[in-house]
């Protein structure tokens, strides 16, 4: 089955720095790759998706990445500021309405 | 905007109960699905449904378990015999079945289930 691994497990910067965090997937099946945001309490919140059409997506300070070759894909947040703080996963599907394995995630931490 | 909704937000029970947690999907959704999220780790699929049956499920989702679409609006998660092992916090989503639309599932906020 599919294998997700996510790094950095924490990531600490300061206001106004980029931050990035990257995913490895195992199923070269595999073409939906989602990023949600976690905050304490709450259930993950869809952020940015890309499927495997698509080499890089930007919605405003976020954008991702997908290297198909490498099996990677990678989430960027430019400018961070504070409410960026929480818990990113990055996942990854095979189809449509497909079961989504997560990865372990990342704690980031944007510091004043 | 639309969102998925989960009752109770916090279930307490005794090992060996019989717990059922409920969740209301986004209305125009016909895909469901349960995960779990076992404290500081990741999320983790359960099962996914559609039109009536199971369409997936992991092997976390023993006899134990069943889910059911009692009505129009309602999806839900029974445990029969609760064990320690199954505290954590239940996500229930859903997604659309509107061409790749069906791809992007979103989460309810969850039910966090403490079983003593």
């Known amino acids: 089955g599919e294998n997700v691994e996510q790094h950095p497990s924490t990531l600490s910067v300061q206001e106004g720095d980029s931050a990035v965090i990257k995913c490895t997937y195992s199923?070269?099946?595999?073409?939906?790759f989602p990023w949600y945001k976690q905050e304490l309490g709450k259930g993950p919140q869809l952020i940015i998706d890309?499927?495997?059409?698509?080499g890089e997506k930007k919605d405003q300070r976020i954008a991702v990445t997908l290297n198909k070759t490498a099996k990677h894909f990678s989430l960027h947040i430019t400018e961070t500021q504070p409410e960026d703080s929480a818990v990113y996963f990055c996942?990854?599907?095979?189809?449509?309405?497909?079961?989504?394995?997560f990865g372990t995630g990342t704690r980031l931490q944007v510091t004043l | 905007e639309p969102e998925v909704t989960q009752t109770p937000s916090h279930q307490v029970t005794q090992m060996g109960q019989e717990v059922i947690l409920r969740c209301v999907p986004i209305?125009?959704?016909?895909?469901f699905y349960w995960y779990r999220q076992i404290l500081g780790q990741k999320v983790e699929f359960l099962v996914s449904?559609?039109?009536?049956?199971?369409?997936?499920k992991s092997e976390i989702f023993d006899d134990q378990f069943s889910v059911e679409r009692p009505d129009g609006s309602n999806f839900t998660l029974k445990i029969r015999s609760t064990k320690l092992e199954d505290s954590a916090m239940y996500f229930c989503?859903?997604?659309?079945?509107?061409?790749?639309?069906?791809?992007?599932?979103?989460f309810g906020p969850g039910t966090r289930l403490t079983v003593l």
């Open positions: 890309i499927r495997s059409n698509v």
């Open positions: 199923d070269s099946a595999s073409n939906y």
């Open positions: 996942a990854a599907s095979t189809g449509t309405a497909s079961k989504l394995t």
């Open positions: 209305s125009n959704h016909l895909y």
């Open positions: 449904f559609y039109n009536n049956e199971i369409s997936e």
């Open positions: 989503a859903s997604s659309s079945t509107r061409g790749r639309e069906a791809d992007t599932q979103y």
